[in-house]
Structure formats: structure tokens, C-alpha cells
């Protein structure tokens, strides 16, 4: 990778910057500022950034799943248009899984998104994982307009 990309845990001062990288994507749901505080704070253990030249253009969030320990959901993947392209999105996720001992990851996708797809299946090929899909969320499920959301269940992870 680029020695000019860093990635590493958010802090609470990236959350500004995290909130105006995912409301200029235009295809993430905008979460308030609040919660990209609170991920940058107390879920920064389960969410990564990417900085080129010390500005964020990429961040995972997730979190591990509060009765399977082992279990990682990736929430979001952002990574700014113009540095796409470059395995961030997976380096950004892998960055998470080395700093616990997990077994699966989990993550819903809409059907439209085939780069997030992409990222997932090329995950679950570097550790040697199976991919289980099943939708968790169907278009009922939501208020407003909404595309389903197919979970896709990696592992186990080696």
C-alpha cells in the first residue's frame, strides 16, 4: 500500500470528518454526528479510518456482537471516490480483524451495492472463508424507500 495511506482507530476528532465522508458517498445512510462520535470513541476497538496525507478518506464502523464474541458486523464502508479502487475498503476491514481473534464476520448489503459485495468476497477469499447469504431485512421492514438488506455471513475466518 501507498506509504502515504495510515489507517488505524478513529478518535474523536476524526468523527466530523467521518460524518462528511459518509454524507458526501450519497449512497450510505447518514447517521447523526452523535453516533459517529460514539463509534469514534467507545466502538473505535470495532472501526477503522484511512487517512491519505493525514485527511480521512476512508472508515469502517462496526461492532461485535453482544452475545458472540467471536462475531464482527462491518456497519459501514466508505471510502472517498477518488481514492477507490485501491483495496482500502478491505485493508480498512482487515485492519479491524487483526486486533481480535474473530471467527466470522457479518455485514448486510443491498443488492444494487455490487462494489461492497465485491469487498466482502474478496474477504472471505484472503482467509479462506465461506459466504452464507440470506436476507435479514426486506423492503417491509423499512419506514421509507429502502432496498432490501442480504446479510452476508463470512467464516469461519482462518
Same mark, same amino acid.
Given at each position: 500500500m501507498d506509504t502515504?495511506?495510515?489507517?488505524?482507530?478513529?478518535?474523536?476528532?476524526?468523527?466530523?470528518?467521518?460524518?462528511? !465522508?459518509?454524507k458526501k458517498s450519497k449512497v450510505l445512510d447518514l447517521n447523526s454526528q452523535y453516533l459517529y462520535l460514539l463509534q469514534s470513541t467507545h466502538f473505535?476497538?470495532?472501526?477503522?479510518?484511512? !487517512?491519505?496525507e493525514n485527511q480521512i478518506i476512508g472508515f469502517v464502523s462496526g461492532y461485535y456482537l453482544p452475545n458472540e464474541n467471536?462475531? !464482527?458486523?462491518?456497519?459501514?464502508?466508505?471510502?472517498?471516490?477518488?481514492?477507490?479502487?485501491?483495496?482500502?475498503?478491505l485493508n480498512l476491514i482487515d485492519n479491524i480483524v487483526s486486533r481480535k481473534n474473530i471467527r466470522y464476520l457479518i455485514s448486510t448489503v443491498s443488492p444494487s451495492n455490487i462494489s461492497s459485495q465485491r469487498v466482502f468476497e474478496k474477504f472471505a477469499k484472503k482467509y479462506e472463508a465461506n459466504i452464507?447469504?440470506?436476507?435479514?431485512?426486506?423492503?417491509?421492514?423499512?419506514?421509507?424507500?429502502?432496498?432490501?438488506?442480504?446479510?452476508?455471513?463470512?467464516?469461519p475466518i482462518k
Amino acid at each position: 500500500m501507498d506509504t502515504r495511506y495510515t489507517i488505524r482507530e478513529p478518535e474523536k476528532n476524526d468523527a466530523k470528518h467521518i460524518y462528511d !465522508l459518509v454524507k458526501k458517498s450519497k449512497v450510505l445512510d447518514l447517521n447523526s454526528q452523535y453516533l459517529y462520535l460514539l463509534q469514534s470513541t467507545h466502538f473505535k476497538n470495532s472501526c477503522s479510518v484511512a !487517512l491519505f496525507e493525514n485527511q480521512i478518506i476512508g472508515f469502517v464502523s462496526g461492532y461485535y456482537l453482544p452475545n458472540e464474541n467471536d462475531t !464482527l458486523f462491518i456497519w459501514q464502508v466508505a471510502v472517498d471516490k477518488n481514492h477507490r479502487g485501491k483495496n482500502l475498503a478491505l485493508n480498512l476491514i482487515d485492519n479491524i480483524v487483526s486486533r481480535k481473534n474473530i471467527r466470522y464476520l457479518i455485514s448486510t448489503v443491498s443488492p444494487s451495492n455490487i462494489s461492497s459485495q465485491r469487498v466482502f468476497e474478496k474477504f472471505a477469499k484472503k482467509y479462506e472463508a465461506n459466504i452464507k447469504k440470506s436476507t435479514l431485512f426486506f423492503i417491509e421492514d423499512f419506514i421509507d424507500s429502502h432496498e432490501e438488506e442480504v446479510q452476508f455471513k463470512i467464516g469461519p475466518i482462518k
